[in-house]
């Protein structure tokens, strides 16, 4: 282990301590240049919208295996109407018309609750639990849809830990366990641009595949940057968010700095020598 992994390990450790709310994090390279960052890497966490991630996976391996068609159109029904973020539950309900590909994209993309319960019942969160134990990710689990307030107060959580999290990124990246097609399509939907916490933390022109989520008392964030020459896997969740930090400002400055400092370690060690001197 390189020094200067210690020391930033060292520093990020220090910002955990100092936080009064509860952080996770899992960070790898994906090129096999630099050590791993980890803080409570496998302590379960509420997933937020992250775990849309794992559903848009089995939405394309049924795909792939001619199980759903992703142009078939779908009329935006009533009873799927709920709170929180996207745009349909705006829309017409009755008339609007999307094909399943668009209900995937809204998912990703604007986070839209609307679309990801239509997803949940046209994909079948029993075979997305399956398709994680079979990745060896036990501990994820989508177990409700969004909104779900009466399954919130029962405890019927979708959770995972940051660890898997960042092992389902590197399953995608590299292709593992999943066929080129699931995991093309998958990152080609986490590419498109969205907010979050990762992208506020790195260079302008970087590319990044993510999602993020946040709920009452919860912020996450998981992604790969494609920093050239020393791609990684970075996973940074919080729960128990003081209540003194209303809207997360504090959360997401802590979350900046920490993921800052990654992203400078895995920039620093993939364009240096073994003995710091610095190649390009």
Known sequence: MCSLHLKIEKRIQKISDKYLGVIGLHAVSLDGKGNRFSINKSEAFPTASIIKIPLLMEYYRKVEAGKLDPKEEIKLPLD??????????HLTSGVTMLTLEDYATLMIVLSDNVATNIMFDRVGNQDVNKLLVELGLPDTLLRRKMKAFRDIRSENENITTPEEMTRILSIL????????FVA??????????????IRDSIPEGV???DKSGWMGGVL????????????????IMFKHIPRSDEKSLETWSVAREILSLVHGFYEEVGSTSKYGIRMN
């Not at 799927?80 to 539950?89: A, D």
């Not at 990246?173 to 080129?180: A, I, L, P, Q, Y």
């Not at 964030?221 to 970075?234: D, K, L, Q, R, S």
């Open 80 to 89: 799927y109407i709920c709170g929180g973020s996207g745009v349909l539950q």
């Open 173 to 180: 990246h590299k292709e593992e366990e999943v066929s080129e």
């Open 184 to 197: 093309e399509n998958t990152l080609a939907k986490l590419k498109l641009w969205k907010e979050g916490v």
């Open 207 to 209: 590319e990044l595949a």
């Open 220 to 235: 996450c964030n998981t992604g790969i940057v494609y920093h050239p020459g020393n791609a990684y896997a970075v996973t």
